[in-house]
């Protein structure tokens, strides 16, 4: 793993994107299809994602992201930083509010940061449900607003996750269900609301109008169902 030799620009980068999605559900989807307790025997395992040296640990209940990033500082670096501080071998990063195991070789600083975050955990909030041979993960966001993304088996052990995201083409989509316009929010020209029946989400899929353009791809290496984060 090469080491980063500007780690101090990623202090304001959050790894795992947490932006607003364009696409909003009123509901958790499909409509009126049956909640599932458990993430089916098949997608369990650990998975690789080359694009970003990431990996994906799925388990009975959740899908959980890590990365490392291999760091190396100057002390003149962290002691000018007001992000960072350097304590008994441990290296607090204060953004994050975490801190990380550091060495010291003489005025450098070597520290491994371990980055998890859980994309999808089931719960009260997070819905998974199965259709079409694919599962769908919805998370709520607020009173009637969802965020719904959809995992796939490609075959050969590749798993694909896309977030619904606005597509180019937005009359297609209005074309199929009633699109509502709700604001301007940064990087995206608007944000959408969308309520799709059953049969209306099956015609986004079919048709891939929402599900296309923001896929992660994971190659399962270990298909086990417990392990340690």
């Known amino acids: 793993m090469k080491y980063m030799k500007y780690p101090l620009t990623i202090m304001g980068f959050v790894f795992f994107s947490a932006c607003q999605p364009g696409v909003i559900f009123g509901e958790a989807q499909p409509a009126d299809t049956k909640a599932l307790s458990e993430i089916p025997d098949n997608y369990r395992g650990t998975y690789w994602c080359k694009v970003d040296s990431a990996s994906l640990f799925v388990d009975d209940k959740a899908f959980v992201k890590r990365k490392e990033f291999l760091v190396k500082l100057t002390r003149a670096e962290v002691d000018s930083s007001s992000d ?37 955990a089931i719960g009260p909030t997070q819905v998974l449900k199965g259709f079409k041979g694919h599962l769908v993960l919805s998370a709520k966001l607020d009173k009637d607003a969802w965020t719904v993304s959809v995992a796939s088996q490609t075959g050969n052990g590749i798993l694909s996750i896309a977030r619904a995201d606005l597509p180019e083409n937005l009359a297609l989509l209005d074309s199929i269900v009633p699109v509502k316009s709700l604001s301007k929010i940064k990087d995206r020209e608007t944000q959408v609301l969308i309520t799709p029946t059953k049969g209306q989400f099956e015609r986004i899929l079919q048709q891939g109008v929402l599900f296309q353009g923001s896929c992660s791809e994971f190659e399962r290496i270990i298909p086990i169902q417990h392990w340690q984060y």
């Open 84 to 120: 960072l501080n350097l304590n008994n071998g441990r290296l607090f990063v204060k953004e994050w509010g975490i801190d990380f195991p550091a060495e010291e070789k003489g005025d450098t600083i070597i520290s491994k940061f371990v980055v998890r975050d859980t994309i999808f």
